[in-house]
C-alpha cells in the first residue's frame, strides 16, 4: 500500500457544529494575534530608531500599526483562500454548466442579439465597409503577432524549466551547482569570522597548556583569563583550574581550538587553520543544502506527488547562490551558520518522514539506511553546534512520539540517543569539574535588559528593597551606564579589560541570586512601560521587515579580527573584502528589494506560512515546522535585536517552506475539486 499524499486535508465538519465553530475561531484567533504582534513589532520600529519610548507613541505609529497588520491579516487570508479554493471550484462548475447549456440552445439567438445590438448604433458613427476590413486586418496582425510571442515564451520557459529540472534532478548535480557557485567566497575571501572564534582558540590553548604539564593556576582577582572575558561567575570555577568552558559548545571549541593550534605548530599562526575550517565548512553547507534541495525537489522516496517545477527550482537555488546571508555563511567561523547547515539538512529528514508517513494500521514506511544515518548526524552536529538545539530536539521527539508513534524506534535512535550522549555528555563534564558550565546570566538578557532601562531612565523607580536584593549580583549605576537597548552584552560585562563591571561575577554566589527574581518583579511592577519597551527594543527587529539587522552576516567578511588582528589573512585581498561587504550592505539598504537580503523578512514570511497551516488543519505538517517557531523564540530571548545570525535557520528552509504550502495546498484543492465534480 503507498503511503498517503503529504497533504492534510480538512476533515468534514463534526456533529457538534459549535464546537468546530469555536475551534475555527481559536485558529483564526491565533492568526490574528501574530499579525498584531508583527504589526506592533513594525509601529515601533521609528520610536526605538530614535531611542524613544512607548510613551512617545502617535498617530503615526497607530497608523503603520494598522496598516502593517492589515497586510499582514490579508496575505494570511489570500494564503487560506488559495489553499481551500472550495467556493472557485464550484463557481468554475457552476460556470461549465452555464457554458454547456448556451452551447445546446446558442447559434442563431447569438447572432440576431449582435444583429440587434448593431442596428442600435446611430449611422453616423457606424464604421464604414473601408475601415472596419482595415480596423480587422490590425487586429489580426496584432493578434498573430502576441500569439506568436505567447507561444515563443512559453516554448522558452517550458524548455528552461526541463533543463533546469535536468540539472537538479540528482543530489550531486545539485551539490555541484552550490559548489561552483559558492567558490568564488573561499577563495577570495578565505574566511569570516569575528570575537568568538578568537575566544574558543584562547580557551583550547590555556586547556592545551594545562594538559601538557604547565602549572596555571587561576589568575589573580585583577587579571583576566577566557572565563573572565564572557564572564563566568568565579563560583562555577572548579577547585582544580580547568580552562575549557561551555560557553560556546565545548565539543566545537575543541575542534576550532586544535585546528588552530595544528596551524600554529605547522605556520607560527591561527590562519592557516581558520582558512582550512573555513573551506571545509563551505563542504559541508554545500552537502546538507544539496541533500535538502534533493529531498524537497525530486521527493526521492516512493509518493504519489510530482516533483518541483523549473520555477521552483530556479528561486530556491538562486537564494542560496545570490543571497548574502547564505554565500557569507559559508565561510563564517561561528556556531550559528554551523548550527544552520545542519538544520536544513535536518528539516528535509522530517519532511521525508512526513510524506511517507500513513494511518495505515500496518507499520509505516521505514526510513532508508542512508537517510536515517543522516538523520543522528544532522541531529549530532546541531548539539554540537549550538546548546538550545537540545531544547528543540527535546519537543521534537515528544511531538514526534505523539504523531507517530509506530516509528518510536526512530526518533529515539535518532533523536533521544545521541541527545542523551551529547547533552547528557557534557553535563556530567561540567557537574565532574572537568569544563566550566555556561553562566546562568546569559539566560536572563530579558530581565537583564529591563532592570538596565529602568536604572538608566529612571532610577528613583526602584525602590530600596530591590536596590539591596541586587547589590551583591550588580552594580546598578554600571549597569546604567552600560545598557545598550539593542544588546544586552553590555550589561552582562562581556568583553575584555575596558568593559563596565555591571555584573559582579567575581564576587557573585548562587544565594545572591536567590532574589533576582523577585526584585526584577517588583521593577517591572513599578515601571511596566519602561519594562515593555526594555523587551521591545531587544527584539522587534526580527519580526519588522523595515529594520535593518545590528549585525548583519557581512560584518564578519571585513571586521576588525578579519582585517586588522589576523596575521596574513588581513593582506589577501583586503580591498576586495571590503567591497565584497560594502555591497551586501548597500543591496541590504535599498528600500523593499533590500528585505530579500535580510533574515527578518523570512521570519515574518515563515509566521505567517504557519498561521495560514493553523488555519487549514495541517497538523501533522506543523509537527514538522514547530522547530521554526521554536527558533523565533529564541531570537526573542537572544542578547541582541535583529542579530541575522540567529534567524538563518529560518532563511534557508523558507522556500522549502513556501513549496511545501503550495504543494499540499495544490492537493488540496485537487481532492476538493474532486468532491464537488463526484
Not at 545542519?342 to 532508508?368: D, G, M, N
Request: charged share 15%; hydrophobic share 50%.
Amino acid at each position: 500500500m503507498q503511503p498517503e499524499a503529504a497533504v492534510s486535508i480538512p476533515r468534514p465538519l463534526p456533529k457538534h457544529p459549535h464546537l468546530a465553530r469555536v475551534a475555527a475561531a481559536s485558529r483564526w484567533t491565533l492568526a490574528i494575534l501574530a499579525c498584531l504582534w508583527m504589526g506592533l513589532c513594525t509601529a515601533v520600529g521609528p520610536l526605538y530608531w530614535q531611542e524613544g519610548s512607548l510613551a512617545d507613541w502617535s498617530w503615526l505609529n497607530t497608523a503603520y500599526f494598522l496598516l502593517s497588520t492589515a497586510i499582514y491579516f490579508g496575505l494570511i487570508v489570500a494564503l487560506v483562500r488559495y489553499a481551500g479554493h472550495t467556493k472557485s471550484a464550484s463557481r468554475r462548475k457552476q460556470t461549465a454548466d452555464s457554458k454547456r447549456t448556451s452551447g445546446k440552445t446558442g447559434g442563431a439567438d447569438d447572432t440576431s442579439t449582435a444583429a440587434q445590438l448593431h442596428a442600435q448604433v446611430p449611422v453616423s458613427v457606424q464604421p464604414t465597409k473601408q475601415q472596419a476590413t482595415h480596423t480587422s486586418r490590425v487586429r489580426e496582425r496584432l493578434l498573430f503577432v502576441w500569439t506568436v510571442i505567447r507561444r515563443g515564451l512559453r516554448i522558452a520557459f517550458t524548455t528552461a524549466g526541463r533543463w533546469i529540472t535536468r540539472a537538479t534532478n540528482r543530489t550531486w548535480k545539485i551539490a555541484l551547482i552550490l559548489f561552483i557557485g559558492w567558490l568564488w567566497a573561499p577563495t577570495t575571501l578565505l574566511a569570516a569570522f569575528g570575537a568568538d572564534i578568537r575566544s574558543q582558540i584562547r580557551e583550547f590553548s590555556w586547556a592545551w597548556n594545562q594538559w601538557t604539564g604547565l602549572e596555571q593556576p587561576y589568575i589573580g582577582f585583577f587579571s583576566f583569563v577566557p572565563m573572565d572575558i564572557y564572564p563566568t561567575a568565579h563560583y562555577l570555577w572548579p577547585d582544580n583550574p580547568t580552562y575549557l568552558t561551555d560557553q560556546h559548545n565545548v565539543v566545537l571549541t575543541v575542534y576550532y581550538g586544535a585546528t588552530a593550534a595544528f596551524s600554529r605548530y605547522l605556520t607560527g599562526s591561527n590562519d592557516a587553520g581558520i582558512v582550512v575550517l573555513a573551506a571545509t565548512q563551505m563542504l559541508f553547507a554545500v552537502f546538507c543544502c544539496a541533500a535538502a534541495a534533493n529531498r524537497f525537489l525530486n521527493l526521492p522516496w516512493n509518493t504519489s506527488q510530482s516533483p518541483a517545477g523549473g520555477l521552483a527550482r530556479f528561486l530556491i537555488l538562486l537564494f542560496f547562490l545570490i543571497c548574502p546571508l547564505a554565500v557569507f555563511s559559508t565561510i563564517s567561523i561561528t556556531k550559528s551558520p554551523l548550527f544552520a547547515f545542519a538544520f536544513v539538512w535536518w528539516f528535509s529528514i522530517w519532511y521525508e518522514l512526513r510524506c511517507t508517513w500513513s494511518k495505515a494500521t500496518h507499520a509505516p514506511k521505514r526510513l532508508p539506511r542512508h537517510s536515517m544515518i543522516a538523520f543522528i548526524l544532522s541531529t549530532c552536529v546541531m548539539l554540537i553546534a549550538a546548546k538550545y538545539a537540545w531544547y528543540i530536539i527535546a519537543l521534537q521527539i515528544v511531538l514526534a512520539l505523539i504523531a507517530d508513534r509506530r516509528r518510536w524506534g526512530t526518533y529515539v535512535v535518532a533523536l533521544l540517543i545521541p541527545t542523551v550522549l551529547i547533552h547528557g555528555g557534557i553535563v556530567y563534564a561540567i557537574n565532574s569539574g572537568a569544563i566550566i558550565g555556561g553562566d546562568p546570566i546569559e539566560s536572563r538578557g530579558v530581565q537583564l535588559q529591563m532592570i538596565a532601562r529602568v536604572a538608566a531612565r529612571n532610577p528613583d523607580g526602584i525602590s530600596q528593597e530591590a536596590r539591596d536584593a541586587l547589590e551583591p549580583v550588580f552594580n546598578l549605576d554600571q549597569m546604567a551606564d552600560a545598557y545598550f537597548q539593542q544588546d544586552a552584552d553590555p550589561v552582562k560585562s562581556s568583553g575584555i579589560q575596558s568593559k563596565k563591571v555591571s555584573y559582579k561575577w567575581r564576587s557573585v554566589t548562587p544565594e545572591d541570586m536567590e532574589n533576582f527574581n523577585k526584585a526584577w518583579i517588583e521593577i517591572v511592577k513599578d515601571n511596566p512601560v519602561i519594562a515593555i519597551d526594555a523587551l521591545l527594543a531587544k527584539c522587534f527587529g526580527y519580526f519588522n521587515v523595515t529594520d535593518h539587522p545590528y549585525v548583519a552576516m557581512d560584518y564578519y567578511v571585513n571586521s576588525d579580527y578579519v582585517q586588522k588582528n589576523s596575521t596574513w589573512i588581513k593582506s589577501y585581498n583586503h580591498e576586495w573584502r571590503e567591497k565584497v561587504a560594502q555591497f551586501a550592505d548597500d543591496w541590504g539598504h535599498i528600500p523593499v528589494l533590500g528585505w530579500f537580503t535580510h533574515g527578518n523578512f523570512y521570519v515574518v514570511l515563515t509566521l505567517i506560512i504557519g498561521a495560514a497551516e493553523v488555519i487549514r488543519r495541517r497538523w501533522l505538517t506543523l509537527v514538522t515546522h514547530m522547530p521554526l517557531l521554536l527558533l523565533m523564540g529564541v531570537m526573542i530571548t537572544a542578547p541582541a535585536n535583529n542579530f541575522e545570525r540567529h534567524m538563518l535557520p529560518v532563511a534557508f528552509v523558507f522556500g522549502f517552506v513556501a513549496l511545501t504550502f503550495w504543494r499540499e495546498s495544490k492537493a488540496e484543492r485537487a481532492q476538493s475539486a474532486a468532491r464537488l465534480e463526484a
